[in-house]
């Protein structure tokens, strides 16, 4: 309840300091497992898909930022788990697989890193890891415009996608690139980026 009611109070602050408009919103799947990936530009992108979320979102986030008193006690209130981003993270996947296994949404932002105006963008493998192993769709989300006083931010909800083969097939780590790098396309064109 507590949860519900700071989702609330966050969600007032971001219509009046950034009048939030969500497109397709109906697009978020009410129950079983999703995995949401965000375009990630600013420390303003975690509480603000969080609050407009009809659904509690376990945000994958930076090791690092655990480590911070009072911060990473708040991260892990809220459902944030921790992930080495130098290297494949095998607990960070094993709990993401677990969040998911129990009808949860997990947070992930494909590039694993903001990425600011002149950076390159390139994704990491791991989001469309997580969607083969636990067959749960991808549901990208866009974050549009920027954050400044009164500015305007939408947020966009694709399409979900699955990334399945026949017969269960696993793909192969070239392929789970080209999974991850087709999906951040999709979400930088959702945004108006590309």
Known sequence: MLYNIAKTLVR?????????KVV????FPKEGPVIVSINH???????LVAAFMPRKLHYMAKRSLFDIPILGSFMKWVGAFPVSR???????????LSV????NVVAIFPEGRRV??????????????????SHA??????????????????????????????????????????????????????????
């Open 12 to 20: 007032i602050f971001m219509h009046i300091v950034f009048r939030v």
């Open 24 to 27: 397709n919103k109906e697009l």
């Open 41 to 47: 530009t600013s420390y303003w992108d975690v509480p």
């Open 86 to 96: 130098d290297k494949g993270d095998i607990g960070a996947i094993k709990t993401a």
């Open 100 to 103: 998911l296994k129990n009808n």
């Open 116 to 133: 600011l105006k002149g950076m390159k963008h390139s994704a990491k493998p791991g989001v469309a890891l997580i969607a083969q192993k």
């Open 137 to 194: 769709p991808i549901l990208p989300v866009a974050i549009g415009g920027k954050f400044r006083l009164f500015s305007k931010i939408t947020l966009t909800v694709g399409e979900p996608i699955y990334v399945e083969k026949p017969n269960e097939e696993s793909f192969s780590t070239d392929e789970l690139k080209e999974i991850s790098s087709n999906l951040v396309n999709t979400i930088l064109t959702m945004a108006g980026e590309l």
